[in-house]
């Protein structure tokens, strides 16, 4: 088990980070979403991270271009 915690500031990217992290994740270990645990401050910052991971999720899955391209082929 891996634990990862990011503290900045912001507008730093944290989210695209996040969301970059989850979807390698999930494309690696299907199943895996079930042991994942993101915690963020406010319900506003979820409702941003599940809105962006489902839209990433139809994006991939659609062959259109995503920003999550270049990580997602890196990691994998």
């Known amino acids: 088990m891996r ?3 990011y503290n900045a500031s912001a507008g730093s990217g944290k989210t695209f980070l996040l ?4 979807l390698c994740d999930i494309i690696w270990k299907p199943r895996i979403y079930r042991h994942i645990l993101a915690v963020t401050f406010t319900n506003k910052a979820t409702e941003e991270m599940k809105s962006r991971i489902l839209r990433e999720i139809h994006t991939l899955a659609s062959g259109a271009e995503s920003p999550y391209m270049p990580k997602l082929v890196a990691e994998l």
């Open 19 to 22: 969301v970059g992290n989850y």
């Open 3 to 5: 634990v990862e915690i």
